[in-house]
């Protein structure tokens, strides 16, 4: 069996991407939630702010907000939906 060749500009695509030096927010992994942030976390919930949003707000990733919110009993749905593709009666 014959090895394929392999350039160093294949290897260059394989080599994980750079961090950023300064990021806008850094999360608070593994942090335990406080009173205040779950608060939030249902205030901007009643308003229909979207999942990603809030999580930027709060600092903390999707998912975290996703899981707290199902443990809180917090839904994360929209409250009004939107007036479109609707069926007239």
Do not use: C, D, F, H
């Not at 392999?6 to 608070?28: D, E, G, I």
């Not at 949003?53 to 939906?81: C, D, F, M, Y």
Request: glycine share 4%; aromatic share 4%; no cysteine.
């Amino acid at each position: 069996m014959a090895k394929a060749k392999v350039s160093k500009r294949s290897l260059a695509n394989l080599r994980p991407a750079k961090k950023k030096a300064n990021p806008k927010y850094t999360r608070q992994t593994g942090a335990a939630w406080t009173a205040a942030q779950v608060k939030e976390l249902k205030t901007l919930a009643r308003g229909n702010t979207p999942t990603r949003v809030i999580g930027l707000k709060l600092q903390r990733s999707e998912t975290s907000i996703r899981s707290k919110a199902q443990r809180e009993g917090i839904s994360l749905k929209p409250a009004n939906r939107s007036p479109y593709n609707r069926r007239k009666r």
